[in-house]
């Protein structure tokens, strides 16, 4: 799987939109960007992914470059409960069966 | 969010004795997963279940045995406890491994003293 880089931290307003970034360079073909959370003493939350086009849910959007080689999470209005350290994690098709999870970037939402 | 419970929560025990954890579903996934959650180590595989009675070895398996009998359960068991398995232990579920989403439960707190 391709390795991920993220900033360590981020800092949000409350009610303002938090863009996430991730670089994946090396990214192949097949892999997916996937976006998982983990809120404090929490499991791990999934968010998003995609593999090119951009992607929507009721969390996020997913912003991937045309490259792919960078990608961008956006929460659009962040709450005080969106403070979480956010992981950005490249997988791979086929039989693939471990999520590697980097350091990750934590993002704080002040008030 | 996803059917996954996790037993115990949190548990304390000695160097040397056995220690079983479960994770139980409710969502009927074929694959089941343990990971271990370790500071500045993030999350790291120790096995993995892809059907009843059909497990395998991820990144971390050694000193640890895992036995899935039913669908809905994954227990996980440290033979003998050392004070380096304490840890925060992570169950996920997913319906398939190729680019499947995997869904996690709450965890489990393990202090091996």
């Known amino acids: 799987d391709a390795k991920t880089t993220q900033p360590p931290s981020m800092d949000c307003a409350e009610g303002r939109a938090a863009n996430l970034p991730c670089n994946h360079s090396t990214i192949s073909g097949n892999e997916y960007v996937y976006w998982y959370r983990q809120i404090h003493s929490q499991g791990p939350q999934y968010i998003i992914h995609?593999?090119?086009n951009n992607e929507t849910n009721e969390m996020a959007s997913l912003i991937i470059t045309e490259d792919r080689k960078s990608s961008t999470l956006i929460l659009p209005h962040a709450t005080l409960r969106d403070t979480a350290v956010y992981y950005c994690i490249v997988r791979g098709g086929g039989s693939n069966y471990k999520l590697t999870f980097g350091k990750g970037t934590l993002l704080t939402v002040n008030p | 969010d996803a059917g996954i419970t996790q037993s115990p929560r949190h548990k304390v025990t000695e160097t040397g004795t056995p220690v079983t954890l479960r994770c139980h579903q409710t969502e009927n996934h074929r694959y089941m997963y343990w990971y271990r959650q370790d500071p500045g180590h993030g999350l790291r595989l120790i096995h993995y279940s892809y059907g009843v009675k059909d497990t395998d070895k991820g990144e971390v398996s050694d000193g640890y045995s895992v036995s899935r009998s039913k669908t809905e359960d994954f227990l996980l068991t440290l033979e003998s406890a050392t004070s380096s398995q304490t840890s925060v232990y992570f169950c996920?579920?997913?319906?398939?491994?190729?680019?499947?989403?995997?869904?996690f439960g709450p965890g489990t707190r393990l202090l091996v003293l």
């Open positions: 995609g593999l090119k």
């Open positions: 996920a579920i997913s319906a398939r491994a190729d680019e499947e989403t995997q869904y």
